[in-house]
C-alpha cells in the first residue's frame, strides 16, 4: 500500500519514532492522557450523582382549625356532624376522653345553651350538664317554665358544650382546643337553629364572641351565629359563689322574657 511517500522516507520517520520510544500502534489521533485521567476521576462522582434519589418533599402539616372548617361545613344535619366531628383527629383531649359528648334534650327547641366543656359525669354518662352543676341547671330553667325533656317543643332546651371530650382533670380548655371546635359548635347551631341562645361560662363567650370577662358580660345581650345571645354564669361558678345566684336570677328573668316576645 502505497501512501503518497518515499518508502525511505516513510522508514526513516518510523526509526525516528521509535527512538522517541513510540514502540506501540495506538490509534489514528493523538490521545491527551491528561484530560482522560480527569474524566476517569470524574466518572464516579457523576454515577453517584445518577443513582442518589430525589430528596423528599417536606411534609405539610395540616391546619387543624382549617380541617375542622372543612369537615363541619360537609354536616347535613346534626348526626352526620356528630359523625364528623367525633372522626376528627386532631384535638388529643380526644386521647383521653371515655365519652364523646355531643347534645342533650330536644333538637329544634328555641332555645339552645352552649356550655363549655363536659367534666367527670359528663365525661362518663356522655352527656353535657348531667353533674352538679348540671343539676342546678335544671332547677335554674325549670324555674321559669323550662325543661330540656319537655314533651312541648316550646318549653324544651336543646343543650351542647364547645369542647366535646373532657380536659384532663377539668383544667380550663386551651385557646387552640377552641379555635379547633369552634367551626363544630357554629355548625351545630345552625343545624339545630334555635331562636335564642345562652352562652354559659367563660370559655363559650371566648370560642362565640371572642370576649372573657363572664362577670361584665352575664346579663347583656349580643348577637352570634346570626343570633341573640346572652351570656350567664356557669352554674359550676355558683356552686362555688351562691351569692352570684341573685345575678343569675336577673339573667332568667330575662331570658324568659325574650322567649315571650319570640
Sequence with gaps: MSLGMDPRVIAALLDWQAELGADEWIGDGPVDRFALAEAVRAAPVAAARARAPEPLAEPVAADPVAEARRLAAQATSLEHLAE?????????????ARNFVFSDGRAGARLMLVGEAPGADEDRQGKPF???????????????????????IDRAVYITNVLPWRPPGNRDPEAAELAMMQPFVRRHIELADPQVLVLVGNHSCQALLGQRGITKLRGHWTQTVGRPALPMLHPAYLLRNPYAKRDSWADLLTLQAR???T
Design 84 to 96: 364528623l366531628q367525633a372522626g376528627y383527629e386532631h384535638c388529643e383531649l380526644k386521647r383521653g
Design 130 to 152: 348531667v353533674g352538679r352543676a348540671g343539676q342546678l341547671l335544671d332547677r335554674m330553667l325549670a324555674a321559669i317554665g323550662l325543661d330540656r325533656h319537655a314533651p312541648d
Design 259 to 261: 322567649l315571650r316576645e
